[in-house]
């Protein structure tokens, strides 16, 4: 198991995910603790690729509650269907929003957050967690995002 990163320079982050992947894949090998997979994970993604905030949300008693994460503190519960997190959840499906204030019941846990990326993990066809992006920065999430992220998401749903 690894234990430390070997961070990319580059300047895109294409390279950066390419980098940064088959690190976390190596680093949850053999690791069967999801919380302590998911906590290296969120770590990682914040370490190489500097988001503003990275973390996990876990579904219990039909209703996402914080896990894992890195960045400000955040809110602890969110119904489905609410706000960005509930949203993907919802629709079993990867929502990027470019603007959080332009999205319908965006729930604002820190007014620093500008935009955002919330991708679904699942068993047996289950959402049974997200993974939360946010960024401080408009419009800086992409296609990019979505196919490394989505990615991850393969490593994730293959340890729950």
């Excluded at 980098?19 to 680093?27: D, G, K, Y």
């Excluded at 955040?74 to 470019?98: D, L």
Aim: proline share 4%.
């Amino acid at each position: 198991m690894a234990e430390n990163l070997i961070i990319s320079t580059a300047t895109d982050k294409a390279s950066r995910y390419e980098a940064l992947i088959p690190q976390i894949e190596a680093l949850t090998t053999g690791e069967p603790d999801l919380i302590a997979n998911l906590a290296n994970i969120a770590a990682a993604l914040k370490q190489t690729m500097n988001f503003f905030w990275v973390g996990f949300y876990l579904v219990k008693n039909n209703e996402l509650v914080l896990g894992p994460f890195q960045g400000p503190i955040a809110c602890t519960r969110i119904a489905m269907g609410k706000g960005v997190c509930g949203a993907s959840w919802k629709e079993k499906k990867v929502v990027i929003v470019p603007d959080v204030d332009k999205f319908p019941g965006h729930i604002a846990c820190s007014s620093d957050s500008k935009s955002e990326i919330v991708l679904p993990a699942l068993k047996n066809n289950e959402v049974v967690l997200i993974l939360d992006v946010d960024s401080d920065k408009l419009n800086d999430f992409d296609s990019t995002d979505e196919k490394h992220l989505t990615q991850l998401m393969g490593i994730i749903e293959r340890i729950l």
